[in-house]
């Protein structure tokens, strides 16, 4: 099982920027997916983001359209999560995990990485 390292966090003011990214330990990604998710002290992990590789789609969350951009380096061996405009609720730890087929559960997860967006 691949394990992710997540990294990029910090703390930013609200209206920031803050690009974090997700690697495979040097290897490179494979199977149906990458997520991002999220968790908020006190409330339950959520869906961010995801990039599918067969395609290259994005899809995300709409607490987060129009203002996160999930990508990957060419070699694949690297997702970032471009997050712009952020807002006090985006405050959480951020994890990545891969979705190895389409029914698979997501798997990998990373130890995360705090963002804090203050106001």
């Known amino acids: 099982q691949v394990q992710l390292v997540e990294s990029g966090g910090g703390l930013v003011q609200a209206g920031g920027s803050l690009r974090l990214s997700c690697a495979a330990s040097g290897r490179s990604f494979s199977g149906y997916a990458l997520g991002w998710f999220r968790q908020a002290p006190g409330k339950e992990r959520e869906f961010v983001g995801r990039?599918?590789?067969?395609?290259?789609?994005?899809g995300y969350a709409d607490s987060v359209k129009d203002r996160f951009t999930i990508s990957s380096d060419n070699r694949k061996s690297t997702v970032y999560l471009q997050m712009n405009s952020l807002k006090p609720e985006d405050t959480a730890v951020y994890y990545c995990?891969?979705?190895?087929?389409?029914?698979?559960?997501?798997?990998?997860w990373g130890q995360g990485t705090q963002v804090t967006v203050s106001s």
């Open positions: 995990a891969t979705k190895m087929t389409i029914t698979a559960q997501y798997n990998g």
């Open positions: 990039i599918k590789w067969n395609t290259g789609s994005t």
